[in-house]
C-alpha cells in the first residue's frame, strides 16, 4: 500500500506538520533572543524619552515615576552631571550632591558622545556581578545624562527556556499531527476505496453494488454518477444480451428454415418422384402395346389414373399448407354445435368403419355444445384425425370420439386402438411430410402434410393440441372455446 493515496495523503499531512514544526523551531532559535532584545530596546528608548518629558530639575516630584519604571523594565536608572555627580541612583533615591564613584557602563568618549546629542545603547559586562547588561544612555539636559539599565541575562534564560518548552511542544505536536494526519488520510479515503470496489465489480459486469452517498461534494457526486452508470450499463448490457438472444434464435431459426426448406425440396421430390416414375412406366408401357388385351390396357390406366391422383392430392395439400403458413388463407369464425359436426363426420365414415371392421363410440356430455370457430376447418380437422386413426389402428380395431366440457373451453379427443408412438419421434409427428411408417402411408395414399395442416388451423384458433400415448392407443386432442 506504499502507492495508496490514504499513503500518500498521510505522509503528505505528516511531512507539511513537521516542515511547520521545523520553521517554527529554526525561527524560534535564530530569530526569538533577537527579538526580545529589540523589544528591551525599544522598552528603554521609550522610557528615557518619557522620562525626558517629565523631568525640570525636582526630583522629588518624578520618584515615584521612576520606581515604577525601573520596576517594569526590571532594571536600574541613573542620572548624572557631567562633573560625575549622580543626581538620581536606582535604590539610593537623590540627594544632596548625590554620589561620586558610581559604577556606570560610559566612557569619557561616550559621555561626550551623549552630550552631543546622541542617544547610546550597548550591551555591558558588569564585573562585579558578572552580569549582563542592556545600557541606553541620552542626554537629559544640557549639564546631565539619564542612563537606563537592564539585565539581559534573563532574555538569555527565558529565550532557552522558550527554546526547550518549543522542542517538547514541537515533538507533541508532531506525535499529535502524525494521529490526525491518519485519521483524515483514512476518513478521506474510506469512500475512495469503496468507489474503487464498485468500479472493479462492475469491470467484471456485476452491477449489484452501489456507492451509498453521505456527502454532497465531489467524491459524493462522483458516486452518485457512478452509480447511474452502473443502471445504464447494467440496463444496456442486459439489453445487449437480450437482443444477442434474440439474434442467436433468429439465426437458429434460419438455420432451421433452411433445413426444413432443404427437407421440403427432398420430400417434395421424392413424393412426386414415384407417381411420376409409375405414370412415365405405365404410360411408355401402354405406348409401346406391352398390355396386349384390354383388362391389361384398363389395369395400367388405372394405376396412371391413382397416381395422378395421389399427385394431384400432394399438390393440394402443398398449396393448403402454403396458403396456411403465408397467412392467405381465409377463416370463417362462427359459432357453431360441435356435436352435430362430429356425428356429421361419423356418418360420413360410417360405410368406412363398418368395410374396415372398426367400432366406434363417442363420448359426449350434452347433446349440444356450442362452440365457436370455422366449421368446415375444423371438419377438416376431425377428418384428419380420423384418417390417422383408421390407418394407424390396431388391437381391438376400436375408435373413441370425446367431447368433453372444461370452464371456457371444449376438449375433443380421437382415440385410436394400436401401438403407441415411439417416445423419440412423437415431436416430430407435426412436421411436414414425416411419416412413422413410411410403406405403410404409400399403402393408403398419405402425404405426411395432413398433421402439419391441422397444425395450421388449430394455432390460428388459438387452440391447444397435443398426442398423448395410452396404454391401449394413441390420443389426438384439441381445444376450442366456447361459443356465447
Known amino acids: 500500500m506504499r502507492n495508496s493515496i490514504r499513503m500518500k495523503l498521510f505522509m503528505g499531512i505528516t511531512c507539511f506538520a513537521l516542515m511547520i514544526v521545523s520553521l517554527f523551531w529554526i525561527f524560534n532559535t535564530k530569530y526569538l533572543e533577537r527579538y526580545y532584545m529589540e523589544q528591551k530596546k525599544e522598552s528603554l528608548i521609550k522610557y528615557s524619552e518619557k522620562i525626558k518629558s517629565m523631568y525640570d530639575n525636582n526630583m522629588e516630584d518624578i520618584e515615584n515615576e521612576l520606581a515604577r519604571i525601573e520596576n517594569i523594565l526590571g532594571g536600574n536608572i541613573t542620572i548624572l552631571k557631567v562633573d560625575g555627580e549622580y543626581l538620581y541612583i536606582s535604590s539610593f533615591g537623590y540627594g544632596r550632591g548625590g554620589r561620586k564613584g558610581q559604577n556606570i557602563p560610559l566612557t569619557r568618549e561616550g559621555i561626550e558622545r551623549v552630550l552631543s546629542g546622541e542617544g547610546i545603547l550597548e550591551t555591558f559586562y558588569h564585573p562585579k556581578f558578572h552580569v549582563k547588561l542592556l545600557v541606553y544612555a541620552a542626554p537629559l539636559t544640557k549639564d546631565s545624562i539619564l542612563v537606563l539599565q537592564t539585565s539581559i541575562g534573563a532574555i538569555e534564560e527565558s529565550v532557552e527556556i522558550a527554546k526547550n518548552f518549543y522542542i517538547y511542544i514541537g515533538i507533541i505536536s508532531c506525535i499529535i499531527g502524525t494521529i490526525i494526519a491518519f485519521w483524515y488520510a483514512n476518513r478521506f479515503t474510506k469512500p475512495i476505496i469503496k468507489l474503487n470496489h464498485v468500479a472493479k465489480s462492475m469491470a467484471n459486469l456485476d452491477f449489484s453494488k452501489k456507492y451509498e452517498v453521505h456527502s454532497n461534494d465531489e467524491i459524493g457526486q462522483l458516486g452518485e454518477t457512478m452509480n447511474d452508470l452502473s443502471n445504464k450499463l447494467d440496463c444496456a448490457i442486459t439489453q445487449l444480451n437480450e437482443a444477442n438472444r434474440k439474434l442467436k434464435e433468429d439465426i437458429e431459426k434460419e438455420r432451421k428454415i433452411d433445413l426444413l426448406r432443404k427437407e421440403f425440396i427432398s420430400s417434395v421430390s421424392h413424393e412426386l418422384k414415384t407417381p411420376i416414375a409409375l405414370i412415365q412406366g405405365y404410360a411408355e408401357g ?164 395432413g398433421l402439419s395442416i391441422v397444425k395450421g388451423i388449430l394455432k390460428f384458433h388459438g387452440s391447444s393440441f397435443g398426442v398423448l400415448n395410452q396404454e391401449d392407443g394413441v390420443e389426438f386432442w384439441f381445444e376450442l372455446r366456447k361459443g356465447e
Not at 416430430?428 to 395414399?445: L, V
Request: net charge negative; glycine share 8%.
Open 286 to 449: 401402354l405406348m409401346d402395346d406391352v398390355a396386349g388385351d384390354e383388362e391389361s390396357k384398363s389395369f395400367y390406366c388405372e394405376v396412371i389414373m391413382d397416381e395422378a391422383e395421389k399427385m394431384g392430392k400432394l399438390v393440394k395439400d402443398l398449396l393448403e399448407l402454403s396458403k396456411m403458413e403465408s397467412g392467405n388463407v381465409s377463416f370463417e369464425m362462427k359459432v357453431f354445435d360441435i356435436i352435430t359436426l362430429v356425428e356429421k363426420v361419423y356418418a360420413k365414415y360410417k360405410p368406412i368403419f363398418k368395410e374396415k371392421s372398426i367400432d366406434v363410440y363417442i363420448d359426449k356430455e350434452d347433446k349440444e355444445i356450442k362452440v365457436k370457430g370455422d366449421p368446415l376447418k375444423i371438419e377438416q380437422v376431425l377428418v384428419n384425425f380420423i384418417n390417422n386413426g383408421i390407418h394407424h389402428i390396431g388391437g381391438e380395431r376400436k375408435i373413441y370420439i370425446s367431447i368433453r366440457n372444461e370452464d371456457e373451453k371444449v376438449r375433443l379427443g380421437i382415440k385410436n386402438t394400436g401401438e403407441p408412438i415411439p417416445e423419440e419421434e412423437i415431436h416430430r409427428i407435426w412436421d411436414s411430410f414425416y411419416k412413422i411408417d413410411k410403406s405403410r402411408a404409400r399403402e393408403y395414399g398419405g402425404t405426411g402434410l
